[in-house]
């Protein structure tokens, strides 16, 4: 008869005879050993502290400026015309290129990009192109708080706004100095990319050396000469920009570039790059300028320009050869406004600007920021080379008035002589309607009508349609006296051509060949 219950207790047996038979047969293959049990967890440091404490100290004050700085950061965001879209496809807004802008309620569009507060009551400094054509500026803080901000005042020569939201008790940053600034030292780049608020890509803190000192970019001039109303004065932009290694992407246009004290020493303002991402090299204008320029717009609602009265242009190797400079550094004035500052105190053209008040400066970049710098009334010291000495000059600066655009009257040329082989230029006249595509107003003077691709002046940088006004410092009335004045000179010479294109003066250097 069938036993249930005797039933069960055979299979339970079986399966224990089973179970402790495996479990000897795997004891004795070594299976059941500790090796093959959860390994322990290890913490202990692999490298003694004291072997890396200063690589730890360095990243505990990226910590602490990160802590110290952001909150000060903010993101703003802009609304514009949607006319002024089009400022898209110029080589300024391709090059200083904020957030992505967004399609916003017609006719507006939306973009922005960063700030930072540099007082308890809300004054915020930033990049002139992040708001201009701004009808709407909103202001994000860390906090997640929001506030309608009011444009205090703009300068785009500098690339300097300051905007500011009601309020008090703001967290701020304080300044630095940029002059003391040196090439290799640490600097940390903060910005908000503004790729919305909330998200975790609010705020980015880049870290980075100084990579260079008084970069000029051409790129304010560039987009001030597309506009009208500044084109005549595109002389006035400053570039004189910090470079750095710091990674600088879309949207940290206008935040601060600090040292390791915390302390503001640029605004962040622009990328080398092709295709709108960072991609080596980051800008930014220097702190002493910019604070220069926000006391004058938070003073009086713009900026009273210093200035001297001059054009300027860069020395080379055969300028400093040529004036008898003791290295390749300093400012040629390329011309002296008669009657201006720089002229009352007895300089001329084509001195060589080699120190402000006992301050070395080797680019113009440096002499316009030192200028800038100054007030209106202000008195400067100026060591100045002059056919191969140095002499001071002690100018009271003026103030300039961005709104005149300079002249200028030319006697009509009659001749035109044959291309000069040695240096490969020709010379002679335009005709009225061919000078005007050049973006002259008129066709007086004698101008560059060829030139040989590969000759000596095309290589030194002059181009066809450019205006002479002067070789070797003898004024160029007609084009026979082009002829003239090279007929006199001899292989080997330097021969210093003052030229124009519209709106600007420069002095180019050409070695005659021998």
Known sequence: ?????????????????????????????????LSYSMPGIETDPQVPEVSVKPALDLSNAFVAISDAVTPAVVRIQVRRPHQSVARQGTPLFDFFRDQ?????????????GSGFLVSADGYILTNNHVVEDATEIMVFLSDRRAFRAELVGRDPFTDVAVIKVEGDDFAFLSFGSSDEVRVGEWIVAIGNPGFGA????????????????????????NELRRDEATRA???????NFIQTDAVINPGNSGGPMVNLRGQVVGINSAIASRTGFYQGYGFAIPINLARRIME???????????????????????????????????????????????SRAGLED???????????????????????????????????????SARELRVRLGEVDLTEAPTRVAARPTLRPEMNEQLGIRVGTLSLSVAQDYGYEDNDGVFITDLQPNGAAARRGLFRGQRILAINEVPVNEPEDVRNILDD??????????IEVPGQTRTIHVRMPS
Request: charged share 20%; hydrophobic share 40%; glycine share 14%.
């Open 350 to 388: 084509h001195d060589v600007i080699w120190a402000v008040n006992g301050e070395s400066v080797a680019t113009q970049g440096q002499l316009q920021q030192k200028i800038a710098s100054r007030r209106p009334g202000d008195e400067v010291t100026l060591t100045v080379y002059r056919d191969g």
């Open 198 to 221: 909330g998200t975790t890509l609010d705020y980015t803190v880049t870290a980075g050396i100084v990579s260079a000192l008084g970069r000029p970019l051409q790129l304010l001039q």
């Open 296 to 342: 004058d717009l938070v003073e009086y609602g713009r900026v009273r320009r210093a200035f001297l009265g001059v054009q300027l242009g860069a020395i080379d190797e055969l300028s400093a050869e040529f004036y008898g400079l003791p290295s390749v550094s300093g400012v040629e004035l390329e011309s002296v406004t008669d009657g201006g500052p720089a």
């Open 1 to 33: 008869m069938y036993d249930p219950l005797r039933a069960k207790m055979k299979v339970a047996f079986f399966t224990a005879t089973a179970f402790l038979f495996g479990l000897g047969i795997a004891s004795a293959l070594g299976w059941t050993g």
């Open 489 to 498: 000179i001899s292989g080997g010479e330097i021969v210093s051509f003052q």
């Open 233 to 239: 004065n595109q002389g006035f932009a400053i570039e």
């Open 100 to 112: 992505e802008e967004q399609p916003g309620p017609a006719p507006d569009v939306v973009g922005g």
